[in-house]
């Protein structure tokens, strides 16, 4: 049966401005939203989910069979990766919810995954056309060994069902990873021993691996684990600061494995080291640090993330280069 669309074509929210972002767990209206092929429409009461490949049992799970598997909730960090066609562009299209849903591993269980498969491949509903290149589906793939305790069928958001634009009745969701990897209007899991075949695996969403001296290896990587990233949330552009008067400075910092410092500069050379709180499972990290501006004129200031295993933002030409804000203090 064809199916049948909300919205045809590219469909994007427009993303939240980092000085919009000031609650912990953004409210789902101001949550990112990416679509490159349409918006389906999906009736959870004829959904299915079919799940084989590398497995001793292929099953297919209806809704009301996936709500009996035990309910687990994530707060995660959820972050577009940018547009494919222009991966190194720097974008902050980022939120931090809690998704709400099953295990994949307690789904896969079931099914017992033979010891040889590598990747699990999952695709939507969702076909179309993007950059004159016909995608039959959108399919993406990921490391078994990324599904550990936290990847989800989810079928809420913020404790909610999700919303048509956010792949409802259930999608895959890999917290860590950039959104890309979570598949909305999920359809099917395979278990493969290699990367997927289809146009989001191959032709996009692969990066150029860069070595210590800034040059390109040659090499590329899959878009999965999101590199080291912040965004300073106050001051906005249009706040309005006292010349002599402290002020908070503060935003938030996410990396898949979490973040470990966040530096600060407001004059163009010199860093700061900002007070930084722990992680709550993925979800993003606050960080502050307080500051009196010396003299009324205008400031850049400059937020950078150094992730658990020690990479730090670039200070340009990639999508997780830092970020600044341009005030003026009076
Ligand atoms: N089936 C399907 N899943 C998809 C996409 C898509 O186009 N089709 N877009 C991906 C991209 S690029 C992102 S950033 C996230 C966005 O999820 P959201 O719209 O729920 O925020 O979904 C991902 N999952
Ligand atoms: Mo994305």
């Excluded at 494995?257 to 993003?284: K, N």
């Amino acid at each position: 049966m064809d199916q049948i669309y909300r919205i045809r074509g590219v469909h994007a929210r427009i993303p939240a401005a980092p000085h919009e972002l000031k609650d912990r767990v953004t409210p789902v209206e101001k949550s990112i939203v990416l679509c490159h092929l349409g918006v389906p429409d999906i009736d959870a009461d004829k959904w299915f989910l079919t799940i084989d490949g590398m497995v001793e049992k292929p099953s297919v799970l209806t809704f009301e069979q996936l709500k009996q598997f035990p309910f687990s909730e994530v707060e995660s960090f959820h972050q577009c990766a940018g547009s494919p066609l222009n991966p190194d562009y720097p974008t902050q299209r980022i939120c931090n919810v809690v998704w709400g849903g099953a295990l994949l591993k307690d789904i896969l269980a079931r099914s017992k995954v033979q010891p040889a498969a590598r990747f699990l491949w999952s695709s939507g509903a969702d076909e179309g056309v993007l950059a004159e290149t016909v995608c039959p589906t959108y399919m993406k793939d990921l490391p078994i060994d990324r599904i550990g305790e936290d990847v989800l069928v989810a079928y809420e958001m913020n404790g909610k069902p999700l919303l048509p634009e956010h792949g409802y009745p259930a999608r895959l969701v890999v917290p860590g990873y950039y959104g890309t990897n979570s598949v909305k209007w999920l359809r099917r899991l395979e278990l493969c021993s290699g990367r997927a075949s289809g146009p989001f695996t191959t032709k996009w969403y692969n990066d150029a691996v860069y070595a210590e001296d800034g040059l390109p290896t040659g090499e590329t990587q899959p878009v999965w684990a999101v590199a080291p990233q912040s965004i300073i949330v106050w001051p906005g552009p249009d706040a309005k600061i006292k010349a002599g008067d402290k002020q908070e400075i503060w935003g938030w910092a996410w990396a898949d494995e979490g973040v470990d410092q966040v530096v600060l500069s407001t004059d163009g050379g010199s860093w700061f080291t900002a007070a930084l709180e722990e992680r709550t499972q993925r979800g993003w990290q606050r960080f502050s640090i307080d500051w009196v501006a010396p003299r009324p004129g205008k400031f850049s200031i400059v937020s950078r993330a150094r992730s658990g295993r020690g990479n730090v933002q670039p200070l340009e030409g990639r999508r997780n280069a830092v970020f600044s804000v341009d005030i003026e203090a009076i």
